[in-house]
């Protein structure tokens, strides 16, 4: 049963989310109804990736699904090693901003049909994407269906121990008292609070790190295997560039 299809947040189209990601500059925030404020790194999401980026592509497995790409490093970084990699993201901004850098791209929700679905090795959920739609259970189920059985998550996660689901919207700081738009649901998760999900909703953790100052988690799906196995500490390089994949690829089926 293919999943249904969910509205795009408000801020799939706003404005000064889009102009953020055109431009490569903040100041970017996430504003809870209670007025506090999230600082969104627009600068760094927008460059190259950084060490604990490529620390975090090491690990990855396969065929490799960016949900939430954003302005797509990581999807540019994997297909320039001829990786099989696709990233998708609910602003159109987004993925034109990756598919210019050469990272395959789809405008798409993760709730919406995907191509592959089952078939990825690895799923990344960076920059706070554990955080999409609000609900992080509904979420890993949605990514459970995605992977293979015994695909592998990684998820980085907040510097704190949080565990909150909240209604935001995107603001600039110039209008961040008077926002515009509608709220929209969106949860904020430290590793003990997403392995407390991850283990009630059937995954089970490989492995948590922290590096420069960011936190992350690696998950797997549950499989018919019974031995844990980590995941893989270096990258495996695929023959075909992602952008033209085997047949046999989950992005072949687009």
Same mark, same amino acid.
């Given at each position: ?18 102009? @953020?990601?055109? +431009?490569?500059? &903040?100041?970017?925030? $996430? =504003? !809870? ?5 999230? #600082?969104? /790194? ?53 993925? @034109?901003?990756? +598919?210019?850098? &050469?990272?395959?791209? $789809? =405008? !798409? ?5 995907? #191509?592959? /679905? ?59 008292? &008077? ?76």
């Amino acid at each position: 049963m293919q999943p249904a299809r969910t509205p795009a947040p408000a801020w799939a189209a706003d404005e000064p989310y889009s102009a @953020a990601l055109r +431009t490569g500059r &903040g100041p970017l925030f $996430l =504003r !809870r109804t209670d007025g506090w404020l999230l #600082p969104l /790194e627009v600068e760094r999401w927008c460059a190259d990736p950084d060490a604990v980026d490529l620390g975090v592509l090491e690990r990855c497995e396969g065929a490799v699904l960016d949900v939430g790409c954003g302005p797509g490093r990581l999807v540019a970084a994997l297909a320039a090693q001829h990786r099989h990699v696709l990233g998708i993201d609910i602003s159109e901004a987004a993925v @034109a901003h990756t +598919t210019a850098l &050469g990272g395959p791209a $789809l =405008r !798409r929700s993760v709730f919406e049909p995907v #191509p592959g /679905e089952g078939r990825w090795d690895t799923a990344l959920l960076m920059d706070g994407n554990i955080g999409i739609g609000g609900d992080p259970r509904a979420l890993l189920r949605r990514l459970a269906r995605l992977l293979r059985p015994g695909g592998l998550l990684i998820a980085e996660t907040a510097a704190v121990d949080v565990d909150e689901r909240v209604r935001v919207q995107v603001v600039h700081v110039a209008d961040a008292r &008077g926002a515009t738009g509608s709220p929209f649901p969106w949860a904020r998760l430290g590793t003990p609070a997403l392995l407390r999900h991850a283990g009630r909703a059937g995954w089970r953790a490989v492995d948590q790190w922290s590096a420069g100052g960011r936190c992350f988690a690696a998950l797997r799906s549950r499989s018919a295997k019974s031995s844990a196995e980590p995941p893989k500490s270096t990258a495996v390089i695929s023959s075909q560039r992602a952008r033209k994949p085997s047949a046999d690829s989950p992005a072949a089926s687009r």
